[in-house]
């Protein structure tokens, strides 16, 4: 599998998640957000946490529109797989691959803490490798992670069963306890906590490691 990940100015998790794609076996490219195309050959986009061109404007907005915003478009409407954590996940949402808004925390403070996940979801090539109800844990690091969305658009994320993952203890006030969704092909996940933060066990936690191997499992001849 051939993963391209994305540095946009202000990124400050593009290495942690380059790193996490490759000790999974993935063959990782580097991509500027400068750049007009993806490299040949990419399968999945990974669209790294951080605060993408300061956060100004919206979380995400100038993201969404930089040059290399119409090859990710075009890659996830052709069928591509693409993984946004945390600023990536603003960013899906800025470019109206996935659903909803995340607004200021509830609290209205930073939340930088490990979390317990519930695997919401299984039927997908990021959730595959858990087992549906499971519990992880997962750290966030977020000031705008507060997942919403009008009350028909949850009901149908959640009766689709493309809500990947929800709080076990909501730390932002996310609609339906909303931590993860997938789009309607189940090829886009965006998420809040980062996965690539929980990849070693002496870094608290390798329970990120599991939705990493699901996704270059996809790509493994059967």
Known sequence: MKAAVITFPGSNCDRDLAVAFEQSGAEVVRVWHKDTSLPDGVDVVGLPGGF???DYLRCGAIAARSPIG???AAHAQAGGYVLGVCNGFQVLLEMGLLPGALLRNAGLKFVCKPVALNVASTD???TVGYAQGAQITVPVAHHDGNFT???DTVARLQGEGRVAFTYAQNPNGSDGDIAGILSENRRVLGMMPHPERAMEAAHGSADGRA???GLIG???PG
């Open 211 to 213: 939705l990493f191997a």
């Open 149 to 151: 969305a009008d009350a």
């Open 124 to 126: 997908s090539a990021f």
């Open 70 to 72: 119409t090859a990710i």
């Open 52 to 54: 993408s061109y300061g």
């Open 218 to 220: 996809a790509f493994v």
